[in-house]
């Protein structure tokens, strides 16, 4: 570029080449800023990074956020798909537009899982659960009752506890789970119960029955009836 001020004209410098090729700071940023954008997580890209499957609490923040916005673009492509779905059957004639209505609450779309947040949060909760109910189990019918651990600590409801005995009632019959000690074993399909064993046990006084002869009078009984 020419020069107005002084007599000098123009200046051409030559610029050393080849000397930032190897620096890729500028790249990574860049490079950082476009997996920000995607919401992918910066862990999953690295190459030092392994695969780590370990408990809920160690999970990133990034990887919570990322499941959520998995989640919430297959909610938009359900609603998508659900539109595309009714168009195509409507054109075609395979249905109504009043029967689509019907029909539509009935619908699922069932995703690939590549997260494991979800199954390891609900491993560790029922984990801390159970501890919680072991550690109550001193105190069941002195300061909480059993229908009250199964509420507030397992987090069962009616229908759940109702279920649950029914099916711990019948894998005791079955044989599936040992019945406590001291009591006796379910009966058999088809067994006749013996009344003898079920019969309660007579008390043993000690003292032998009174015998009665022919012609003995017994004390509070009448001639007549020992005749009859």
Same mark, same amino acid.
């Given at each position: 570029?020419?020069?107005?001020?002084?007599?000098?004209?123009?200046?051409?410098?030559?610029?050393?080449?080849?000397?930032? %090729?190897?620096?890729?700071? *500028?790249?990574?940023? $860049?490079?950082? #800023?476009? !997996?920000?954008?995607?919401? /992918?997580?910066?862990?999953?890209?690295?190459?030092?990074?392994?695969?780590?499957?370990?408990?809920?609490?160690?999970?990133?923040?990034?990887?919570?956020?990322?499941?959520?916005?998995?989640?919430?673009?297959?909610?938009?492509?359900?609603?998508?798909?659900?539109?595309?779905?009714?168009?195509?059957?409507?054109?075609?004639?395979?249905?109504?537009?009043?029967?689509?209505?019907?029909?539509?609450?009935?619908?699922?779309?069932?995703?690939?899982?590549?997260?494991?947040?979800?199954?390891?949060?609900?491993?560790?909760?029922?984990?801390?659960? %159970?501890?919680?109910?072991? *550690?109550?189990?001193? $105190?069941?019918? #002195?300061? !909480?009752?059993?229908?009250? /651990?199964?509420?507030?600590?397992?987090?069962?409801?009616?229908?759940?506890?109702?279920?649950?005995?029914?099916?711990?009632?019948?894998?005791?019959?079955?044989?599936?789970?040992?019945?406590?000690?001291g009591a006796?074993?379910?009966?058999?399909?088809?067994?006749?119960?013996?009344?003898?064993?079920?019969?309660?046990?007579?008390?043993?006084?000690?003292?032998?029955?009174?015998?009665?002869?022919?012609?003995?009078?017994?004390?509070?009984v009448e001639?007549?009836?020992?005749?009859?």
């Open positions: 570029m020419p020069r107005r001020e002084g007599g000098k004209g123009t200046e051409i410098s030559t610029l050393q080449g080849g000397q930032n %090729l190897s620096e890729m700071d *500028d790249v990574k940023y $860049f490079q950082k #800023k476009l !997996f920000q954008s995607l919401n /992918v997580p910066t862990s999953r890209l690295e190459e030092s990074t392994g695969f780590n499957l370990g408990k809920a609490s160690e999970i990133s923040r990034d990887e919570v956020k990322f499941f959520k916005f998995i989640e919430r673009l297959r909610m938009k492509f359900s609603e998508l798909f659900l539109e595309l779905l009714r168009v195509q059957l409507i054109l075609k004639g395979i249905i109504r537009e009043d029967e689509w209505e019907k029909i539509e609450d009935k619908l699922r779309f069932q995703f690939a899982k590549d997260s494991h947040f979800s199954e390891l949060k609900e491993n560790e909760v029922l984990k801390e659960r %159970l501890l919680a109910c072991r *550690d109550a189990e001193d $105190f069941v019918g #002195k300061y !909480f009752s059993r229908e009250w /651990v199964r509420k507030h600590i397992l987090r069962q409801t009616d229908e759940d506890i109702e279920q649950i005995d029914k099916q711990i009632e019948k894998e005791k019959a079955e044989g599936e789970i040992a019945a406590p000690e006796a074993p379910p009966p058999e399909a088809g067994a006749v119960p013996d009344p003898a064993a079920a019969a309660p046990p007579t008390e043993d006084t000690g003292a032998e029955p009174p015998q009665v002869t022919i012609g003995e009078i017994v004390p509070g001639e007549d009836d020992l005749n009859d």
